[in-house]
């Protein structure tokens, strides 16, 4: 599916029709996650886990919503 997509990407090309994805890396993977998706929703969530942090200025129900979204997402 993705080979497919990308070969009419460059298909395009030859015909003069540019994408800027095809020339940054930061583009292409926003374009990735745009049209596939993220490729894998519990490293994701993981990694959002590890990384969450409570800001001096939030309130504890807002910490609390976000790790029981990401912790639902490993189950």
Known sequence: MVQDW?????????R?????????????VKEMYT???IPDVTVKAA???DHLRMNPDDRIAIYNIAFLWYSAQLQ
Request: charged share 10%; no cysteine; proline share 0%.
């Open 6 to 14: 990308l070969q009419v990407a460059l298909e395009q090309k030859d």
């Open 16 to 28: 003069g029709i540019h994408h800027a994805w095809l020339y940054s890396w930061s583009s292409f």
């Open 35 to 37: 049209y596939f998706g």
């Open 47 to 49: 990694h959002s886990l």
